[in-house]
T-cell receptor, first 109, second 117 residues
């Protein structure tokens, strides 16, 4: 499974959009991009996933570049409860997940 | 929907004892469950992949005789830490993948914090 690179930390003002980047330059054609987040001392929570088209759900939007080598998770109106570690993972439908260090997002009032 | 539970949520045990952790998918069937371990301030480390009705597949460096995994049904997988030692103290997290689903989205349990004295 392809590896991902994320910035170790980011800050965001409450109410503003949080844009979390992820680089996955070695992604294969059949690998999906998944985003999860982990709030302190809890199990990770699924956010969104995509293959090549942009996706949106009630939690976030996922923008995948045309070459699929990078993506951005967008939380449109960040709240204090969105403070968490965000993990970007790529794998095939049959593949296991390898978690990197993720991005620690801190939403500030 | 897609709720995964773990029991117990925390456990303290003496060195040398065995501890069993249960992972249940409450409202869906899961052909595959994963077991992770997370040390403080570190990311999740995959320990093993558990498939219903077959032997678990362990990651390199994970002792299969120490971490016994049983996936007896489509809604239950158990992890038994045998002869636990202080270095086994960690946060153990399971995840489940919806059987027959279109994708392999993982739904995670809340985790079990193990402390070995």
């Amino acid at each position: 499974d392809a590896k991902t690179t994320q910035p170790p930390s980011m800050d965001c003002a409450e109410g503003r959009a949080a844009n979390l980047p992820c680089n996955h330059s070695t992604i294969s054609g059949n690998e999906y991009v998944y985003w999860y987040r982990q709030i302190h001392s809890q199990g990770p929570q699924y956010i969104i996933h995509g293959l090549k088209n942009n996706e949106t759900n009630e939690m976030a939007s996922l923008i995948i570049t045309e070459d699929r080598k990078s993506s951005t998770l967008i939380l449109p109106h960040a709240t204090l409860r969105d403070t968490a570690v965000y993990y970007c993972i790529v794998h095939t439908n049959a593949g296991k997940s390898t978690f990197g260090d993720g991005t620690t997002l801190t939403v500030k009032p | 929907g897609a709720v995964v539970s773990q029991h117990p949520s925390w456990v303290i045990c003496k060195s040398g004892t065995s501890v069993k952790i249960e992972c249940r998918s409450l409202d869906f069937q899961a052909t595959t469950m994963f077991w992770y371990r997370q040390f403080p301030k570190q990311s999740l480390m995959l320990m093993a992949t558990s498939n219903e009705g077959s032997k678990a597949t362990y990651e390199q460096g994970v002792e299969k005789d120490k971490f016994l995994i049983n996936h007896a049904s489509l809604t239950l997988s158990t992890l038994t830490v045998t002869s636990a030692h202080p270095e086994d103290s960690s946060f153990y997290i399971c995840s489940a993948v919806l059987a027959g689903g279109r994708t392999d989205t993982q739904y995670f349990g809340p985790g079990t914090r193990l402390t070995v004295l």
